[in-house]
């Protein structure tokens, strides 16, 4: 058998994160600029059956066998096999490694199990669906974030833009005109699961003062969905603003957020916010492309880690 690999594109919510827990839309799109990646390989020295499970970045290499039950990793694989059923098993490695930030909003997990699933499907010449390997990612998915929305394997497994709506069938935008998106990581990092946890808890405590928020959030996403297809930077930045405002308000911006909020703003972005969990984590800015560079300069001025610039391409969907 050959080696097989794939990959999996980063993900930013532009619109709706937090309140597409809670039954509202929520817009968001792949980021191909980062990647993860999975490769299989035989081995031809090991005992029947074994699988190793190396992933350098965190300094991991072990027996699938030697990983507990909700190991993330370890359940992208026992997952994937599971539906798979592969009538013969033999010795290989699994080898896994990233470029997307972790725990800064980008679907790290979602990309990493995306490519486990993908890359040993593809091994056995089980080929699953989009769908299905989406499906096996959000069971991973819940291992990570306790209550995920299933946005993140959503976006990432079908690699289009989607307009979201929990436990409803997945749409995928047509975009008629590129916008380019600036997305800045403030290098603070905070687990989605205890970002949606914190919100949750708030909720629950006050849903009369909660409930307005988030259906504020997802009549934004609503009014955003046309002028992103469309191209409109001048109606889509002051909804981007808008968002920002009520995620304020549930209280999972901070003060590294607002300072690269901030400088994009001052810079001459159309409009911009946290993207994903918040409490640290990646701000997203939209550009003019003709000052798009500037703007990144500024956020790097202003204390940005790092700074990934990406265009969401105008596609073919009918």
């Known amino acids: 058998m050959a080696i097989t690999y794939a990959k999996a ?9 937090h ?8 817009i968001a799109i792949p980021v191909t600029r980062v990647n993860a990646t999975a490769r299989i390989l035989p081995q031809i020295d090991a005992s029947q059956g074994q699988i190793q499970v190396q992933a350098p970045d965190i300094q991991l290499d072990k027996k699938l066998t030697d990983l507990p039950e909700d190991h993330p990793l370890a359940a992208a694989i026992r997952l994937t096999l599971t539906a798979i059923a592969p009538v013969h098993l033999p010795s290989l490695s699994v080898q896994i490694s990233s470029t997307i930030p972790v725990a800064a909003g980008m679907g790290s997990s979602a990309a990493t199990s995306v490519a486990i699933i993908h890359a040993l499907s593809n091994f056995f010449g089980a080929h699953l669906s989009s769908e299905q390997i989406s499906d096996l990612a959000f069971e991973v998915e819940k291992l990570h974030h306790g209550t995920p929305s299933g946005i993140d ?26 916008t380019h998106w600036i997305i800045a990581d403030t290098g603070e990092k905070t687990p989605t699961r205890e970002a949606v946890a914190g919100v949750r808890e708030r909720y629950q405590a006050d849903p009369a003062a909660y409930s307005p928020i988030l259906s504020a959030i997802g009549e934004i996403t609503r009014q955003a969905r046309e002028p992103l297809a ?3 930077l001048a109606l889509l930045g002051p909804l981007l603003n808008e968002n920002q405002d009520q995620l304020r308000m549930l209280g999972v911006s901070c003060g590294s957020l607002d300072a690269l909020i901030a400088a994009a703003l001052q810079a001459g972005a159309f409009g911009a916010k946290l993207s994903g969990g918040g409490l640290g984590g990646n701000i997203i800015s939209l550009a003019n492309p003709e000052i798009a560079q500037s703007i990144a300069a500024a956020l790097v001025q202003a204390g940005a880690r790092h700074v990934i610039t990406t265009i969401l391409q105008a596609n073919e969907l009918s």
């Open 230 to 232: 469309s191209g409109d």
């Open 9 to 17: 594109p980063a993900k930013v919510i532009l619109f709706g994160e």
């Open 153 to 178: 394997n959503n976006v990432i497994a079908h690699q289009q833009p989607v307009y979201f709506v929990k436990d409803q069938p997945i749409e995928f935008l047509k975009i008629n005109n590129p």
């Open 19 to 26: 309140a597409v827990v809670y039954g509202q839309p929520a």
